[in-house]
Structure formats: C-alpha cells, structure tokens
C-alpha cells in the first residue's frame, strides 16, 4: 500500500490532539527511487485533496497547494525540496486543526470569520461583516470578542499579518505591492502594523525566515545520503 494513505490517520491525530504542528517523514515515500521533487508534488497534491475531503474550502486548499507546487518547481537541492514538504504537511495540519477548532464557535462568528477571509484584500466594515453574519453590529461585536478573545478589527489584522508572513516567505513580492494586495492605506502603514505584530519591519522578517531556512538546511543531515543508502 502506498505510505502516503497514513497521511489521513496521521492528519486526524495532529490536528485534534498534538500540540505540535510537524507531521513526521513518511519513510516510505522518502526511500523510493522516484525524483524528489516529482515526488514531493505529488505528495502535496494528495495533501491538498485530503484537505479538501475533510471540509477544507476548495479554493484554500488549491491556492496553497498551488503556491507549494509553484516553489517545488524551482528547487533543486534534495534538503531544499524536504525542508519545503515538511513546511507543506505542517501548514495543512495547522489549518486542518484550526478548521476544526472553528467548528465549536456560534454560527455568526464563523460566518464573520468566512467574511474576513474572503475580503482579505478589500476594505472591511462592521456593518458589511455583521449583515453577512446575520446578527446586529453590536452584538456581533461582543459576541466575537467573547468567544475569540480578540475585537474584529484585531483579528483582521492579525488575518493580514499572517497572510503577509507568507507571502514574504514564499513570493519574491515587494513589501509595497503586498500592502496594496492586503488592502493597507500603503507601504508605511502596512510597515508599522506588520513591526507591532511581529517586531520586526516585513523585509527583517523576509531576510530572517531564509537566513532560518538556510540554517536549518546546513544544520540538518543531509536526506540524500540516506536515501542513496536506502536505494
């Protein structure tokens, strides 16, 4: 039996009960004599479909997948593609939890939350989010704080800000063009947020996530003399 099918048992696992957010290496898929990254795409577009069995949002799950394929195509160091699957795996699980999580919240707050996520990129108002969730702005107000422990307007940005994190990890996007895609007045205000919520500026946080990658790259051991045993 092909190894990957343990992925759904393992995703069902991680996302409901582990604190930690890594999936382990599937050692069978690791030791085959298929190219790396051809490999690893197929992995992610299992992943992706698995998601999307499971409730994940189609178009969630198909743009990250898209993102992982897009980045897989460009890499050739065998640590490189490994360090990017693991990436793959731990951001679908995260999401897989989180989506389970979301499941135990009052209806209104997940349709505000559906909302902001669907006009990431667009100007959001109290009243455009309490229309589509069904509720009074008010109450919606106090309801999503109570039940979220954050005001609507700090989960938007902190939605953006995670959104931002990964563009800036991933894309080669200028800071300026990410502020206007994530809907910031401009350049310098999307700076000031992004340093409040991560204390570093979006181009420290840029240069300190590849400088992370790399470490772990020269830190780790390298897979491909354990795959060449394997073989």
């Given at each position: 039996m092909d190894s990957f099918y343990l992925i759904p048992?393992?995703?069902?696992?991680h996302c409901l009960n582990l604190p930690v957010l890594t999936l382990p290496l599937l050692s069978g898929l690791r030791n085959s004599g298929a190219p790396q990254s051809s490999a690893r795409i197929v992995e992610i577009t299992r992943a992706c479909r698995f998601c999307i069995r499971s409730g994940m949002e189609p178009t969630d799950a198909y743009n990250a997948s898209d993102l992982y394929i897009r980045k897989m195509d460009t890499l050739k160091n065998i640590d490189d593609i490994w360090t990017l699957r693991d990436d793959m795996m731990t951001?679908?699980?995260e999401f897989m939890r989180e989506m389970h999580?979301?499941?135990?919240?009052?209806?209104p707050v997940i349709r505000a939350m559906d909302y902001i996520e669907a006009h990431l990129h667009d100007k959001q108002s109290l009243e455009e989010i309490a229309g589509y969730a069904g509720i009074t702005s008010a109450y919606l107000s106090d309801l999503f704080h109570k039940e979220t422990g954050l005001t609507l307007g700090n989960y938007i940005i902190r939605?953006?800000?995670?959104?931002?994190?990964n563009m800036l990890r991933y894309t080669d996007q200028k800071v300026a063009e990410i502020a206007e895609i994530l809907a910031f007045s401009n350049a310098s205000h999307f700076q000031r947020v992004f340093k409040k919520e991560t204390g570093c500026t979006p181009n420290q946080y840029r240069r300190f996530s590849r400088m992370s990658h790399e470490a772990v790259v020269s830190d780790s051991p390298s897979r491909s003399g354990?795959?060449?045993?394997?073989s």
């Open positions: 048992n393992r995703f069902l696992n951001f679908y699980s999580n979301l499941m135990r919240l009052p209806r939605r953006r800000i995670e959104t931002a994190r354990s795959e060449t045993t394997a």
